[in-house]
């Protein structure tokens, strides 16, 4: 289970902040960021994990209580549109960055999953569209691999962001039935693959990326 081992360390220089992404992956749908804050150690919320190996139905449980301990929670979205415009890791950046614009307390640090700063622009950059500014890019950060596993604010970020994402992919749903978003969530499921190959991509497909051209046998 995820301890406060990571957040006991960066609590000595202020709030901090855990930070985790869903969607990454996905064909179609935004990106999320999800942003947690502690500015005091107290007992995380049972049942804390890595998202991924909980059921939906024990995300949703424990958003609640998350938003009941944490001191701030946050979500940041880029668009498929905006990750088409500024390419993946950019957007990542600017989900991000947003998260925490969002915040009603500010982290003096942060603690991230994974082993990049999503914080910082990557260092080419190709895109149209200039984006934003990012005010956060120079905030203290500890990147901790599998950090949804073993650092609670993350994992609880990773939570809150899935659950949103989630929602959002089951409205969208019903806006386009053919591509079974209530269930594979913009994935790339064989279902999902089979639809853009028949109907071809919606306006919430990332038309960057290698998606199954219209007429393609799957």
């Not at 990106?31 to 500015?39: E, Q, Y």
């Not at 910082?120 to 190709?126: A, F």
């Not at 203290?140 to 609880?156: E, F, L, N, R």
């Amino acid at each position: 289970m995820p301890t406060l081992q990571y957040e006991a360390i960066a609590l000595g220089h202020g709030p901090v902040v855990g930070i985790d992404e869903v969607g990454r992956g996905a064909l179609a749908g935004p990106l999320m960021v999800g942003a947690v804050v502690l500015d005091c150690l107290r007992r995380a919320p049972s049942g804390l994990a890595d998202s991924k190996a909980l059921t939906a139905a024990q995300r949703e449980r424990l958003v609640p209580l998350i938003e009941s301990w944490a001191s701030a929670v946050a979500v940041g979205v880029a668009s498929a549109q905006e990750i088409d415009d500024w390419g993946l890791r950019m957007a990542l950046a600017v989900a991000t960055d947003r998260a925490l614009c969002a915040l009603t307390l500010r982290p003096q640090g942060a603690l991230i999953d994974g082993p990049l700063n999503l914080l910082r622009p990557p260092s080419i950059l190709s895109f149209g569209e200039p984006p934003p500014f990012l005010v956060w890019s120079d905030l203290p950060v500890m990147t901790i691999v599998k950090g949804d596993q073993c650092a609670a604010t993350i994992s609880a970020a990773a939570i809150v962001a899935k659950v949103r994402r989630d929602a959002l992919m089951r409205d969208l749903h019903h806006e386009a039935p053919r591509y079974g978003w209530h269930d594979n969530k913009g994935y790339g499921s064989l279902e999902h693959r089979r639809s853009l190959a028949k109907y071809g991509p919606t306006r919430w497909h990332r038309r960057s990326w290698a998606l199954p051209e219209l007429g393609s046998k799957i």
